[in-house]
């Protein structure tokens, strides 16, 4: 994301994103497109992982890490990160491997995760499943081209993985105005991925103090909320149990500075991203390992369903 507001003149509505498949479970849609399966995949610039339709209890790692895949030309490429999303890779994301596709069946082989196979079937004309018969899940995509796509919508309404694209957040602005209050002595937030996305630290370590070497005073649960008619502003409740909760108002100013507004005090705080954390570096010539401690899975759908699937391979 370069700016708060990246393609705003492109805006999809939510209900694009949250088109329910109820039909999967009837297989009423056909096996097999009018066109190949590597033109299917070409039609579309993005296949948007819609990860709550997902229908199974397994886990492909490399789509549970997407919000974005792309398939072009045997490369596969990937918006793992909102940090720099609509702008890396031109809008693609960074290249995560190849594939070969052939008959109905897509072969991808990711740089780190290794190989994975699927059985693709078009649902309609801009959404496909990718059923994975070694671990009886399929993940549904959406397909759209660069310039309408609305990467704002995606980056605000996952907003809680931004704020976890970094090892910490360094307080660099306090506003004069505003009453003191306990929260003037934080001075640094982290945000954990991974299990429930629920859980920070804060510490009061002196600012400027290298990022390894903060020493997290709290730990404690957050959550991020909506405010009603404006997408680019959010709720941030902070839960310190020993002074109860510390709710702000939350705006992105840009990819790695955050501003918090406190309406108890009127106080207005800045945080800069610290140490940043991409998940599958790019091709460089290196081993293509992520900067995150063991590349975690990111996206957790809301619920489990079984996968009545069953794979038509011989």
């Avoid at 705003?8 to 056909?30: E, K, Q, R, W």
């Avoid at 759209?144 to 704020?163: E, G, K, L, P, T």
């Avoid at 306090?174 to 429930?196: H, K, M, R, Y």
Wanted: hydrophobic letters at 35%.
């Amino acid at each position: 994301m370069k700016t708060t507001k990246l393609f705003t003149g492109f805006a999809l509505t939510a209900i694009l994103f949250t088109s329910c498949h109820v039909d999967v479970i009837n297989d009423d849609y056909p096996d097999t497109p009018s066109i190949s399966l590597n033109q299917l995949l070409n039609s579309y610039d993005l296949w948007y992982v819609d990860i709550n339709e997902t229908v199974g209890y397994g886990q492909t790692p490399f789509l549970q890490k997407a919000f974005t895949v792309s398939f072009l030309g045997g490369n596969v490429y990937a918006n793992n990160n909102l940090v720099g999303l609509g702008s890396q890779g031109n809008g693609l994301g960074i290249s995560i491997g190849y594939y070969d596709a052939y008959d109905m069946i897509l072969d991808v082989d990711h740089d780190l995760d290794g190989f994975a196979t699927f059985d693709v079937y078009q649902v309609d004309s801009h959404t496909i499943e990718l059923y994975n018969p070694n671990n009886d899940t399929s993940y549904f995509l959406d397909g759209y081209q660069r310039d309408s796509f609305d990467y704002d919508f995606v980056f605000y309404d996952n907003i809680h993985y931004f704020m976890q694209e970094y090892e910490a957040w360094e307080k660099t602005f306090t506003s004069e105005v505003g009453a003191l209050n306990e929260f003037d002595n934080e001075n640094f937030l982290q945000f954990i991925a991974g299990g429930n996305d629920s859980t920070f630290k804060s510490s009061q370590d002196e600012i400027g103090l290298n990022v390894n070497d903060i020493y997290w005073d709290f730990i404690g649960d957050y959550g991020i909320g909506d405010i009603s008619g404006n997408m680019y502003l959010k709720t941030l409740t902070l839960d310190y149990d020993y002074f109860d909760n510390e709710y702000f108002e939350l705006n992105v100013i840009n990819d790695a500075l955050i501003e918090l507004y406190h309406p108890s005090s009127g106080t207005y705080y800045e945080f800069q991203g610290r140490g940043y954390i991409q998940f599958l570096a790019p091709n460089d010539g290196a081993s293509g390992k992520s900067a995150s401690s063991g590349d975690k899975l990111r996206k957790q759908k809301t619920d489990k369903k079984d996968n009545p699937r069953v794979s038509k391979r011989l």
